[in-house]
């Protein structure tokens, strides 16, 4: 239901634009977004989320004013910018119904019950 896009190899402080599109009949706007990323070896991260309670955002630390979390009906987006290595990843999508604010919904992502087949992100010169 869920479709990521955008990944690829980029040179560090490059940029990438992540998109995750939904399936006919599967409206994200009803939903809360996630954006997750799991690099080899390590746990899967909450890069950041918004949520359908009040709109609110949250932003992973690492990444705070370098990625911007947007969507739109149907679509949403992970706008990355002055990229690292340590950004190296899969990045997922990850819908949820749940009301809750977004940093909680970054923190679990077990509260995720609608998940993207990830896009690989590669930082590499």
């Known amino acids: 239901q869920l479709q990521a896009s955008g990944g690829g190899l980029v040179q560090p402080s490059g940029s990438l634009t992540l998109s995750c599109a939904a399936s006919s009949g599967f409206i994200l706007n009803d939903y809360s977004i996630g954006w997750f990323r799991q690099a080899p070896g390590k746990e899967r991260e909450g890069v950041s989320c918004?949520?359908?309670?009040?709109?609110g955002t949250s932003t992973a630390d690492s990444v705070k004013g370098r990625f911007t979390i947007s969507r739109d009906k149907n679509t949403a987006y992970l706008q990355m910018s002055s990229l690292k290595p340590e950004d190296s990843a899969v990045y997922y999508c990850?819908?949820?119904?749940?009301?809750?604010?977004?940093?909680?919904?970054?923190?679990?992502?077990?509260?995720?019950?609608?998940w993207g087949q990830g896009t690989l992100v590669t930082v590499s010169s």
């Open positions: 918004i949520s359908t309670r009040g709109g």
């Open positions: 990850a819908a949820s119904r749940r009301q809750l604010g977004a940093r909680q919904l970054c923190r679990e992502p077990s509260l995720f019950a609608n």
